[in-house]
């Protein structure tokens, strides 16, 4: 079944003030963004870490497909990348704290490409070294996110 | 005995397409970074649609006009096309953002980057709307739909805590994060009250040929089936928070992350399952917001419409859909993130509801309209307290998330 209605004209004017509020939209859509890159990055990195651990059980497990599992393992490693520089670019007034975070994201982004090269050789037991790595790694960044952000005597 | 077989049809349809990528992202992210105290969003955004998909259904069936058509011939053009152009915006990011949820489906089955899927999606979707019929983009995307289920099934497989679920159904304030509470709470309204499914509901109910008859059984589907649809969205946030929650992964920033919820309750089938609710859900809201545009334009501008008609009997409204789909491929193929979008149009979805709720609240309690089926005072205050509560929660988080917050 077909509709109709009826045509309809409009003015130049509305169209000027619709692209004015398209653009402020387009805008404010640029992206999103914390005031507190640390904290935050932190969390990611941290969350990044707990996929990955979870994922690479899948995958020993066979619930994990191999493409899925190297897909994910590639973005991880792109989110803490992006973390660490993220965090090491961060102004701060305690620099030897925020190097301890750097490193504990930097040792993740090295186990977490131990474990790329170990998928993509089917070595499982290069994995679950890079599982293990990854784990000391997590604990590292939640000694020094916690000595970073405790309360100043 | 027919009117039952199409209020079941009715029911099942609306179950089957009630997730998108808007739903399953920001529940997800809900679960894991708040557990279940971000229920009471899904309850409140639920309700508002029952009320709005009800109202959509009952203002057709009466006036045997469109929303569009009504606001339009109600107000005049010019008022009409500051809803137009928000919906026609809004609707552009859900668009995007839903082929964007397709591709990236394809993307975890394939290990080919979602990039590459957008503009076949978006020819998928373009041929079906071109060939198909519209009882067939209504029923048949969304009868497989129902495959989303697995999130309900999965959540109660995870044992809950059920007066702990019952808890978070009602609001409270975040301990932690209150930025980022609030904007996820806009989040799910506006992923729960996309303009686009209500307008989509009373074109279709224009298309299906309603009348008075069917008040009854647009009733029950908009109760039923959004209740329905609503759970499935509460069982999305209920499997994040406790899969993703209790293994400590309280940030999702990818989609990678989202499959190992169901991994975690079926093993492979839980990510064969995750895969197929994804394309899914997200394919049929993608067929949905791409007629929805045609119907915007053409409805506003006076054409030719009617997805059962051929594209040569109504070339603008084909036209329209053509180009909504191409464009919406366009930030997909150029890699801009699909999460990122979801998340950020649904906030701006809620943002802009007003101005497409407020003048269809006009319409459903004007007389010459709906006649003796205005609103009552209750569907009134209910829609109008969430919408206002989603605008100003939108306009006070959206740019504390843009230019810093925590």
Not at chain 1, 54 to 68: H, I
Not at chain 2, 122 to 138: N, R, V
Not at chain 2, 301 to 316: A, S
Not at chain 2, 345 to 370: H, Q
């Amino acid at each position: 079944m077909a509709h109709q209605t009826p045509a309809l004209t409009f003015s130049g004017r509305h169209l000027r003030l619709d692209f004015l509020c398209l653009l402020l939209l387009l805008g404010m859509s640029a992206g999103c963004s914390s005031s507190d890159p640390i904290e935050q990055q932190s969390r990611t990195a941290a969350s990044a870490a707990q996929t990955v651990s979870m994922l690479l059980d899948a995958w020993m497990g066979g619930a994990a497909p191999f493409a899925y599992t190297a897909g994910t393992l590639q973005s991880v490693s792109k989110t803490l990348a992006d973390a660490e520089a993220q965090i090491r670019s961060a102004g701060t007034a305690e620099p030897a704290k925020q190097a301890a975070l750097t490193a504990a994201v930097k040792d993740m982004s090295v186990a977490v490409a131990r474990a790329q090269a170990g998928l993509q050789a089917g070595n499982r037991a290069e994995v679950q070294n890079a599982q293990q790595d990854l784990r000391l790694a997590s604990r590292s960044l939640s000694t020094a996110y916690s000595r970073y952000f405790a309360p100043k005597p | 005995m027919k009117k039952l077989v199409e209020i079941s049809l009715g029911v099942v349809t609306s179950v089957g397409g009630f997730l998108e990528v808007g739903s399953v992202a920001t529940a997800a992210q809900a679960g894991a970074t708040f557990g279940f105290q971000l229920i009471w969003a899904v309850v409140l955004g639920t309700i508002c649609i029952i009320f709005l998909v009800e109202m959509a259904g009952r203002f057709a069936a009466v006036s045997h006009h469109t929303i569009s058509d009504g606001i339009r011939e109600r107000f005049g053009f010019n008022v009409f096309l500051w809803p137009l152009l928000a919906a026609l915006l809004v609707n552009f990011m859900v668009l995007s953002a839903e082929i964007g949820g397709v591709a990236i489906a394809l993307e975890l089955a394939t290990g080919i980057g979602f990039q590459w899927w957008a503009l076949p999606v978006a020819f998928l979707a373009w041929l079906l709307l071109w060939k198909g019929t519209f009882g067939f983009i209504e029923k048949g995307v969304s009868i497989l739909g129902l495959v989303t289920l697995c999130f309900v099934v999965g959540a109660v497989m995870l044992k809950p805590d059920w007066t702990a679920v019952a808890a978070g159904a009602v609001p409270s304030l975040p301990a932690h994060n209150a930025a980022n509470y609030w904007f996820m709470a806009v989040s799910i309204l506006g992923a729960s009250i996309s303009p686009y499914l209500f307008m989509f509901y009373s074109s279709g109910a224009i298309e299906d040929q309603w009348d008075k008859s069917y008040l009854g059984a647009n009733r029950a589907i908009a109760g039923l089936g959004m209740t329905f649809g609503g759970a499935i969205s509460i069982g999305v946030l209920i499997v994040a928070a406790l899969v993703l929650a209790t293994h400590g992964i309280n940030q999702v920033n990818d989609y990678h992350q989202l499959p190992l919820m169901l991994i975690s309750v079926f093993g492979f089938w839980g990510f064969v399952l995750f895969v197929a609710s994804l394309a899914i859900a997200c394919f049929g809201a993608a067929l949905e917001v791409g007629l929805q545009q045609a119907y915007l334009v053409a409805q506003g501008f006076g054409w030719n419409w009617g997805e059962d008609r051929k594209p040569c009997d109504n070339p603008g409204f084909s036209a329209v859909y053509t180009v909504s789909l191409l464009l919406a491929a366009i930030p997909i193929t150029l890699g801009l993130d699909p999460l990122r979008l979801t998340i950020f149009s649904m906030a701006l979805t809620a943002a802009s509801l007003p101005l497409t709720v407020v003048p269809f609240l006009f319409l459903l309690n004007d007389e010459r309209y709906v006649g003796e089926h205005r609103n009552g005072i209750i569907s009134n205050t209910a829609v109008i307290l969430i919408i206002a509560l989603g605008f100003v929660l939108a306009v006070v988080t959206i740019p504390l998330q843009i230019f810093g917050g925590t």
